[in-house]
């Protein structure tokens, strides 16, 4: 398994952080967020340290959303939810603190007035949605 020992996430698996755990497998733990923004929210999280989803493996990447959709499943029942966000960041611009792929889990009620995922739907510029298109299509 690799481990970076600055990691605080790296920390929580090997038991030398606290942390409220929900759900564990050979290759994954998800666990309360201490931060939460809604009851319930949790994260999820490869035990391989992988900073970002351009660094984690296929085959991890979708044990932990196959994980991660059992899990999602069970907060729902558990806490009624009427929904639910995944949300998983990459890079300080998208908000990402901790350098270690996780995916958040977050409970919704309406209203709950989260700023999360509720945006105000506005339509874009036709040739600027082709012109990112046409940039997507051609990266290697």
């Avoid at 920390?11 to 564990?24: A, C, D, F, L, N």
């Avoid at 809604?38 to 970002?52: A, F």
């Avoid at 300080?92 to 889990?105: E, G, T, Y």
């Avoid at 990112?132 to 299509?137: D, F, K, L, M, T």
């Amino acid at each position: 398994m690799t481990s970076d020992p600055n990691c605080i996430f790296c920390k929580i698996i090997q038991g030398q952080i606290p942390s409220t755990r929900v759900y564990e497998d050979e290759k994954h733990l998800a666990f309360m967020d201490i931060n939460p923004l809604n009851r319930g929210h949790c994260l999820m999280i490869p035990k391989d340290h992988h900073p970002t989803i351009h660094d984690i493996p296929d085959d991890l990447l979708a044990g932990l959303m196959i994980a991660a959709k059992k899990l999602a499943g069970r907060v729902v029942r558990a806490l009624g939810a009427q929904g639910i966000n995944l949300i998983q960041s990459n890079g300080r611009a998208a908000n990402q603190i901790i350098d270690h792929f996780h995916l958040h889990l977050v409970p919704r009620w309406r209203p709950d007035d989260l700023p999360v995922a509720n945006w105000d739907l506005k339509p874009g510029a036709p040739e600027e949605i082709a012109t990112a298109a046409e940039a997507i299509r051609q990266a290697t």
